[in-house]
């Protein structure tokens, strides 16, 4: 499935850079609400979010012509998604900078698990939660991406793509607990 996947997505990179007409209303279509969610869940508001994917299929159309690996079309929608939600919120707080040195010595072996048990909660659980790690719980689970994708999109390496699920998982764990949801393991 991911090759076939893979393989669709290629095909409407390559029309959509071949000029093909109906190819960009083709590929709205097929990405806009998987874009439009992890644009709300970067910037925790479907206006904002909105606002994002606006300015992310401007840029799309103005780039689509530069994109070397036309198979690589989904990663590359994620990335520039990222990069303008990363942005606008730049431009409303700082950004921390010391989580680098916070996360280096996570272990693995630790990962917290709790159940699927009630999306409404899940989703306010991911509105409490900051920005990094929202945006890699996201497209590791809603979005189903690689490590090694989401390190390309978040613009950093697979080990602290690993190290921020670890600790958004963690901290999802206390706040659906603090609710009343799943159970302590």
């Keep these: 499935m991911e090759n076939e996947d ?8 390559l029309r959509c850079q071949a000029g093909d007409p109906g190819a960009f209303e083709d590929l709205v279509a097929v990405m806009e609400r998987p874009l439009l969610y992890y644009a709300i869940s970067l910037t925790g508001n479907q206006e904002d979010g909105l606002d994002v994917l606006q300015e992310v299929w401007i840029k799309v159309l103005r780039r689509i012509g530069e994109l070397k690996e036309p198979s690589a079309l989904r990663a590359w929608l994620y990335r520039i998604t990222h990069g303008v939600a990363v942005d606008r919120m730049r431009r409303r707080i700082s950004r921390e900078r010391a989580e680098e040195e916070q996360y280096a010595e996570f272990d693995e072996a630790e990962e917290p ?4 048990e009630d999306a409404a909660a899940i989703h306010a659980a991911m509105n409490q939660i900051g920005l990094k790690h929202r945006e890699v719980l996201a497209l590791h689970f809603l979005q189903d991406l690689s490590m090694a994708d989401i390190g ?3 613009g950093c ?3 602290t793509v ?5 600790y958004g998982k963690k901290a999802m764990k206390e706040i659906l607990m603090r609710g009343g ?3 302590d393991k």
């Design 181 to 183: 949801y799943g159970k």
């Design 113 to 116: 698990e709790f159940a699927d």
């Design 162 to 166: 690993r190290s921020r699920i670890f």
């Design 6 to 13: 893979r393989a669709r997505y290629e095909w409407l990179a």
């Design 152 to 154: 390309k999109i978040v």
């Design 157 to 159: 390496s697979e080990g």
